[in-house]
């Protein structure tokens, strides 16, 4: 039988953990610069212990990293949140990509009683009716599901690129997360959406038919719109809204808490 634990004593080894955490981040995000997708994978699976999960929305970077990981058959989890209002493209894109590399990718839907509660109180379309309400929505059908996707993950793994927003540009290729006790890790962070779309087209990889007809960030459905030329790449996500700042809540923090690197990387 095991003596308990002290308080200090676990007060201890949540700070070796997170300094462990801390050094993984370190060592991923200086090694990170000259390897390709595959080998950055790799790293990350070798240097983070314990649970590594990648979050897919199945948007073209995530189907990049989807296949680098099933190619290669990584310890590393691909789990999507399914919000209960994505795309029928969407969910076709996920049927495929299972039926191409014969693994199943796990589903978080939201708790039905928190859905149910949100459409009585705001009705079922409600997030158009103010910023305050759309983040309600989104904390119920993503923000929450992903806390129960990374509960005790030491590592998540996320498609985020420099490009893709003004904060974004900011993003670190690894960082540790406080809030969520893990590192955090954007191994396509310095990729431009060309080499993205070159790397999916070379490989046969499935992804989201939408991305032909001019969405190129895809969410939910009724909160994502196509962009115009020129438009910025997150233009047509919650469209209506003036503010600046289109997050979900999925990636507040920009993925930079503790960012391993400062130095901003540069997009090619
Ligand atoms: S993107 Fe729209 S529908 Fe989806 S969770 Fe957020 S507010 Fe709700």
């Known amino acids: 039988m095991h003596a308990p634990v002290s308080a200090n004593e676990a007060a201890a080894s949540d700070a070796t953990e997170r300094q462990l955490l801390l050094a993984a981040a370190r060592r991923i995000a200086d090694g990170f610069g000259a390897l ?3 080998e950055r994978l790799d790293a990350i699976r070798n240097i983070i212990p314990g649970r590594v999960v990648f979050t897919t929305s199945f948007g073209i970077e995530d189907q990049a ?13 691909v789990v999507t949140l399914d919000t209960g209002r994505l795309f029928p493209e969407t969910h076709d894109v996920w049927a495929e990509t299972e039926r191409r590399y014969r693994r199943r990718i796990h589903g978080l839907a939201p708790h039905h009683g928190e859905v149910e509660a949100l459409i009585a109180r705001q009705g079922i379309n409600g997030f158009h009716a103010s910023v305050e309400a759309r983040h309600r929505c989104c904390f119920v059908r993503k923000v929450e599901p992903l806390g129960r996707a990374l509960a005790d993950a030491s590592g998540w793994i996320t498609g985020l690129r420099a490009e893709q927003s003004s904060e974004r540009s900011t993003t670190a290729y690894a960082a540790f997360d406080d809030e969520r006790d893990l590192v955090k890790v954007n191994p396509l962070l310095d990729w431009s959406r060309a080499r993205v779309v070159d790397y999916v087209a070379r490989h046969g990889i499935p992804y989201n038919a939408l991305h032909d007809r001019g969405f190129l960030s895809i969410g939910c459905a009724p909160c994502t719109r196509a962009v115009k030329a020129g438009e910025p790449e997150r233009a047509g996500r919650w469209w209506w809204e003036q503010e600046a700042r289109k997050e979900c809540g999925l990636h507040n923090d920009n993925g930079d808490g503790h960012p391993a690197t400062l130095a901003p990387v540069a997009v090619g």
Request: no cysteine; glycine share 6%; charged share 25%.
């Open 36 to 38: 390709g997708l595959s």
């Open 65 to 77: 990293i989807t296949h680098a990981i099933f190619a290669d058959d990584l310890d590393i989890e």
